[in-house]
């Protein structure tokens, strides 16, 4: 594998369900990020992680709970998740969590709330 | 605080002609600049970036821009498109201020089309 990997690809949730978001990057980097893309509005960023410490949290609602256990793992936690919770979840990675460094971004995670 | 417009959800254009693709920025701090390009059911692939050493960028696919402080902006350019080329375009923004330093700050995207 190289790059930025999310499993699953695609994910339908009932709103009582509980699953998990798995992000992993080949890259060495670490710094590691989850963003919420919807149709029609910008990329919103949720989380994000520099060196396994989070460092910020953008107002995310707590059925959304995310989670770095080393540099290269991320995972986002889902519980009574709502309709509007629909939506492409993209995790990416940098070398540093600086503003001259690139991120690299996975697939993404099609998420459907039922 | 840092921001991003880009001009046209919608582009189109035909095969072969010129593509542009606007972006201007507002920042306080002197900016970094990045295009993404996201094609469907796929995440952004960087496709150029600005970081202050030549106001001229060339990227991947053909693609270049070029970073105009007068005028606020790193407009994408393409002389000439292709079929390939439809996707969508994001421009993004970071810059060295306060604690959100490192996070990129996007615009909404451009839809590019290509017409045979």
């Known amino acids: 594998e190289t790059g930025v990997t999310q499993t699953p690809r695609h994910l339908v949730m009932g709103m009582t369900n509980k699953k998990s978001l798995k992000c992993e990057q080949h890259l060495g980097h670490n710094a590691m990020y989850w963003y919420k893309q919807s149709a029609k509005k910008p990329l919103e960023l949720m989380f994000v992680y520099s060196l396994e410490e989070r460092v910020e949290n953008n107002s995310v609602p707590s059925r959304f709970s995310p989670e770095c256990p080393n540099s290269s793992h991320l995972f986002l936690h889902l519980h009574t998740l709502q309709p509007e919770d629909s939506a492409l979840y993209l995790c990416a990675s940098s070398q540093t969590h600086t503003p001259s460094y690139e991120q690299y971004f996975g697939p993404g995670t099609r998420l459907t709330v039922t | 605080a840092q921001s991003v417009t880009q001009l046209g959800s919608h582009v189109s254009v035909s095969e072969g002609a010129l593509v542009l693709l606007r972006c201007n920025y507002s920042?306080?701090?002197?900016?970094?600049l990045f295009w993404y390009v996201q094609y469907p059911n796929q995440g952004l692939q960087l496709l150029l970036k600005?970081?202050?050493?030549?106001?001229l960028v060339k990227g991947i696919n053909g693609f270049e821009a070029e970073f105009k402080k007068s005028e606020t902006s790193f407009h994408l350019t393409k002389p000439s498109a292709h079929m390939s080329d439809a996707a969508e375009y994001f421009c993004?923004?970071?810059?060295?201020?306060?604690?959100?330093?490192?996070?990129?700050?996007f615009g909404k995207g451009t839809k590019l089309s290509v017409k045979p």
């Open positions: 600005y970081t202050s050493a030549a106001t």
């Open positions: 993004a923004v970071s810059g060295y201020k306060g604690g959100s330093q490192g996070n990129l700050i």
């Open positions: 920042s306080s701090v002197p900016p970094y």
